[in-house]
């Protein structure tokens, strides 16, 4: 559905809405001022917003969970209920203290609307649009009008069963609202569940249940324009969190609407909902992640516990040390952490209070570490990929016997000396090389590409 609302090409956009010439007036001041004061401090401008006039419902989900992981029919394509003008994608958030760089964003105006600086303490734009029945349950006895709504199946890939998403409830009826009938409302449906709530609590994220009075330490007051957004105010980033199954399809709504008294709801002041793209358990691993199975998997099977516990985070672009290193096989080779403590140093430089001694100790004595010739770990340095293929091929299948004959990568001569382990790491397709035909084997390896490799090392993943 799309609202009567026509736009004016111009850098400034100009909103009208037939037979409201408040709303007229009210738009071309708006532009003026924004034209006057906006700057780089502003972050979130005109340029950062693309809306439902140049996007499609696809590119929406497609931006939230990627496009591997949305279908299939009948919701293939994603469909979207609502004005054109109040659906999009956003950049910048950040700058504007929004706690959200880029996302999808959903007005129950205009997205336009999140284009700083504050000038405004009601700004907004009636869509004509009809109220939503489950945003409706979530407010009684309240009503809803200028529903907007974007619904898409989600299917998770492999071995994930955790989603999260992160977004951040906007309003102009802030703060004169709260209190009172004008109760705007956002809700993400899974399955017909809303999981959007005011943390701590079974209340529905709305202008009410979240605001300066009742959960201030979740509130971000705009009134005197202190963030570079037009919002009176803004919510801390929220999390919601649903249990998935992978590979099955489950029904995602996003829904916010304008909430009033019945038989007068507001149709005017907007809100808006900032949403970050969906991620796996670990809140730095997105959907779209090229390893996030492998990540979801190694977890799964104990392999890896992240490395932060609150938030959870796998910090996939940090190096591997050799210590952690010792940690993830041998969990891999024990599916746990090795209950055998440490009695006397496995290397010189491994006392037994290493938080990785017993790890350590149990590669060495499977033979799946030999040390340095020195008698030194040394845990605390970074694993190359070389002593990766090393460590994997050992565990997986034990030590290569024979010698290279012909160079498995182009940067891996026959004299390296772990050519056959990477010989043997590619033969069992746990690497695949990079597309210029090397492997850097004198590179450190990332967590994300240690997660790669012992998925397909220890649990048969693609």
Known sequence: MVGGVSKIANPYPIYLKEGSMKKIIHFMLSAVFVLFFYSSCFAIGVGDLQDLITLTARDLANQLVGPANVGPLPLNPPDFTGSEFAAGIFTNGLVDGLGINQGVILSTGDIFNAVGPNLDPSSG??????????????????????????????????????????????SDEYSESVGTGFNDVFAIFIDGQNIALVPGTNNPVSVNTLNGTATPLLFNNNTSGLFGTQYDGFSSVLKATATVTPGVAHLVRLAIADGGPAGAPDSVVDSAVLIAPATSFFEDIPLTHFAVSHTMGIFNAGITVGCSADPALFCPDNGVTRGQMAAFIARAENGGDPTVPCATPPFTDVPITDPFCPHIQFIKTAGISLGFADGTFRPIDPVTRGQMAAFIVRGVEGEPVGACSVAPFLDVPTNYVFCRHVERLKALAITLGFPDGTYQPENGTLRDEMAVFLGRGYLALP
């Open 125 to 170: 734009l009636d869509n004509a649009q009809v109220g939503l029945a489950a945003l409706n349950a979530l407010i009684v006895p309240g009503v809803t009008a200028n529903a907007m709504a974007l619904d898409f199946f989600l299917v998770p890939p492999a071995r994930v069963t955790t989603v999260r998403f992160k977004y951040a409830f906007a």
